[in-house]
């Protein structure tokens, strides 16, 4: 089984411009998650995406970040325009079908190292 | 709100030694535990997770975690540590009411040969 795919690797931006992550999730994971993970902290949930409607966006700061999954399988994570305290690795993470598996494990992607100068 | 505590930056051993991290959480229902392993410019792998049922949980390369819901821990265990165990070991929390799940700050292992 493939699994969760991401690009770009690597990106470096100057402030004030604009970037694009994209995310192939494992096929029949109905389920896709975006973290931010910054340089000796956890990640942090952004935003998750059941099929393409989205579960919970609560800690996505929407004045820059926008994010779509528009027919419930890829996803792609845009920020217009960056900050330097962007710079981090963006993760993307998928798991099985259905709010009602709760107990889902997420599988993550290797993950979009970001540096913004 | 729930979170998770990793008490430990580094965590030191020697090949051959076993290796404990160490985690402890706080959920206001009952948890899903989660550990996570991260290995430099890589994503995290999941290693093991405690949903119910019996306290002791055994995972992938020999990673087992033991589930202690008095003392609200989940610390992860080797009884052997290899040098390739070097990497960055994330505790995670889910309460079985919410999806959202909740990473500690992570602990570096470090295995010395």
């Known amino acids: 089984e493939a699994g969760v795919a991401q690009s770009p690797r690597y990106k470096i931006i100057e402030k004030r411009q604009s970037v694009a992550f994209w995310c192939n999730p494992i096929?029949?994971?109905?389920?896709l998650y975006w973290y931010q993970q910054i340089l000796g902290q956890g990640p942090k949930l952004l935003i998750q995406?059941?099929?393409?409607?989205?579960?919970?966006d609560s800690q996505l700061p929407k004045d820059r970040f926008s994010a779509e999954r528009l027919k419930g399988v890829d996803s792609t994570l845009k920020i217009q325009p960056a900050k330097l305290e962007d710079s981090a690795v963006y993760l993307c993470?998928?798991?099985?079908?259905?709010?009602?598996?709760?107990?889902?494990?997420?599988?993550f992607g290797p993950g979009t190292r970001l540096l913004v100068l | 709100a729930q979170s998770v505590a990793q008490p430990e930056d580094q965590v030191n051993v020697a090949e051959g030694n076993p290796l404990t991290v160490k985690c402890t959480y706080s959920?206001?229902?009952?948890?899903?535990l989660f550990w996570y392993v991260q290995y430099p410019n890589r994503g995290l792998q999941f290693l093991l997770k405690?949903?119910?049922?019996?306290?002791l949980v055994k995972g992938s390369y020999g990673f087992e975690a033991e589930f202690n819901k008095s003392q609200t821990s989940f610390h992860l265990k080797k009884p052997s540590a290899l040098v390739s165990d070097s990497a960055l070991y994330f505790c995670?929390?889910?309460?079985?009411?919410?999806?959202?799940?909740?990473f500690g700050a992570g602990t570096t292992v470090t295995v010395r040969a």
């Open positions: 993470a998928s798991s099985r079908p259905g709010l009602a598996n709760k107990e889902g494990t997420q599988y």
């Open positions: 096929s029949g994971h109905a389920t």
């Open positions: 995406f059941q099929n393409n409607g989205v579960v919970d």
């Open positions: 959920v206001s229902g009952n948890p899903y």
């Open positions: 405690y949903i119910t049922g019996d306290n």
């Open positions: 995670a929390v889910r309460d079985i009411n919410d999806y959202k799940l909740s």
